[in-house]
């Protein structure tokens, strides 16, 4: 096989992952307008991602979180008292 071969068909995987990422991005900003994107914390999964963030909001900033200011698994957990403790999982 030819080196150019074989550079193609490495590369052209990449190049329309990209470009359908920019029409994503395209139709998302004709529809809604531009956006700016940071990283937000979710607390129930106490994850962080990348999305657009809210015109009023600041994105989440590792170097000023504290993690004693998290609530604990127990704390986040629903309550006992409300699952059916008969219940189990059957395997067929």
Request: overall charge negative; hydrophobic content about 35%.
């Amino acid at each position: 096989m030819e080196a150019r071969l074989i550079v193609f068909v490495l590369l052209t995987p990449f190049v329309l992952v990209f470009i359908y990422a920019a029409w994503h991005e395209y139709s998302r900003f004709k529809r809604e307008g531009p956006s700016s994107y940071g990283l937000t914390y979710d607390p129930d999964t106490n994850s962080t991602h990348v999305s657009a963030l809210p015109d009023d909001h600041d994105g989440f900033d590792p170097i000023k979180f504290d993690p004693e200011d998290t609530p604990t698994a127990e704390q986040t957990a629903s309550d006992v008292s409300d699952k059916d403790t008969k219940a189990q999982d059957t395997k067929s």
